[in-house]
């Protein structure tokens, strides 16, 4: 089992910025790849971006690629979102999520593991 924490979501003002953590403990952190998903009231849950084990392979949904940024690092067993240039549509619950092995990093579906998910909020 992998338990996982968001922290870091918060309100506020487009254009502005926010890092969100996510802490993992149980099983070896570098043992999982690890991606971030949001869920917006109403909507699907959507694929955010996501890092290789590693951390030498990232990948992102176009709207937030040159404003997000997700890295890790293996020896606190946390992964990041670095968010700038927030804009109103990137409001919604933010989740983590760990997968082990998988073939499509943009499905829900493939990741075994998942935070409880932390707020972001962002007025125009």
């Known amino acids: 089992q992998v338990q996982l924490v968001e922290s870091g979501g918060g309100a506020v003002q487009a254009g502005g910025s926010l890092r969100l953590s996510c802490a993992a403990s149980g099983r070896p952190f570098n043992y999982y790849a690890m991606a971030w998903f949001r869920q917006a009231p109403g909507k699907e849950r959507e694929f955010v971006a996501h890092i290789s084990q590693s951390g030498g392979n990232t990948y992102y949904t176009e709207s937030v690629k040159g404003r997000f940024s997700i890295s890790r690092d293996n020896a606190k067993n946390t992964v990041f979102l670095q968010m700038n240039m927030l804009k109103p549509e990137d409001t919604a619950v933010y989740y983590c999520?760990?997968?082990?092995?998988?073939?499509?990093?943009?499905?829900?579906?493939?990741?075994?593991?998942w935070g409880q998910g932390t707020q972001v909020t962002v007025s125009s």
């Open positions: 999520a760990a997968v082990r092995i998988f073939r499509n990093y943009e499905s829900p579906t493939e990741y075994n593991y």
